[in-house]
């Protein structure tokens, strides 16, 4: 089984300034895959990134990197510059590898708040 | 493309009544996922559907829901004798049936179900 814990219920930023969420995984699969999400007001979920674990190098999306350390099982998310349009709910998610389809096992979310 | 179609987005029910939440998944995709969310909680996932087949319903109470996706129309979650803890927003996401890695999941703007 894999759990994702998001010990961060909430965190805020200035605009144009980094801010980093926090993420650790726990399982027992040698494949699997890591993902943040974006939910804003609308619930719209939107992929903001993932994260092959077979890969050392970080992902990165233009002003999203992750930051994957699998020894700790850590996966934290950092937003450069941040934006007005980067307030949301974060989820970080995991996904067992070995297989194109099934189900994605989510945290409890980060309330990011952008301050102008 | 038409994204991932989801209605009702909002759905009122009383106790012991039936609701049914429709997902009509992107164009092409054949795989279907069905995500719960309570509030002030992450995406926890019901039940995973290829066309007329059920494939991963581990996440699914054991009475009272039922999932289907038929050959032709879209994704049906039913409730039966629905209950106040019932109530949370109900995602549905799509995938297409890509081999090689994790297909990415798109998902639907949710039904926020109200139990009254």
């Known amino acids: 089984a894999q759990t994702v814990t998001q010990s961060q219920p909430e965190m805020s930023v200035q605009e144009a300034e980094t801010v980093t969420l926090s993420c650790t995984y726990d399982?027992?699969?040698?494949?699997?895959?890591l993902f943040w999400y974006k939910q804003p007001p609308s619930r719209q979920m939107i992929l903001v990134i993932r994260?092959?674990?077979?890969?050392?190098q970080n992902a990165t999306e233009n002003r999203f990197s992750v930051n994957f350390q699998k020894a700790a099982k850590s996966f934290s998310l950092k937003i450069s510059d941040s934006q007005l349009g980067d307030a949301a709910m974060y989820f970080c998610?995991?996904?067992?590898?070995?297989?194109?389809?099934?189900?994605?096992?989510f945290g409890q979310g980060t309330i990011l708040t952008v301050h102008p | 493309n038409a994204g991932v179609m989801q209605n009702p987005r909002h759905l009122v029910r009383r106790r012991g009544q039936e609701a049914r939440l429709r997902c009509s998944p992107m164009?092409?995709?054949?795989?279907v996922y069905w995500y719960r969310q309570l509030p002030e909680e992450g995406l926890k996932f019901m039940v995973y559907?290829?066309?007329?087949?059920?494939?991963?319903e581990s996440g699914m109470p054991k009475e009272r829901f039922s999932a289907e996706f038929p050959k032709e129309g879209p994704s049906i979650l039913r409730i039966q004798q629905v209950v106040r803890g019932d109530s949370a927003a109900y995602f549905c996401?799509?995938?297409?049936?890509?081999?090689?890695?994790?297909?990415?999941?798109?998902f639907g703007p949710g039904t926020r179900l109200t139990v009254l």
């Open positions: 399982t027992s699969e040698s494949d699997y895959y």
């Open positions: 994260q092959e674990a077979y890969k050392q």
């Open positions: 998610a995991s996904f067992k590898g070995g297989t194109s389809y099934g189900k994605l096992t």
């Open positions: 559907l290829q066309k007329e087949n059920i494939i991963d």
């Open positions: 164009k092409g995709h054949s795989h």
């Open positions: 996401a799509s995938s297409p049936g890509l081999a090689g890695g994790p297909n990415e999941q798109f």
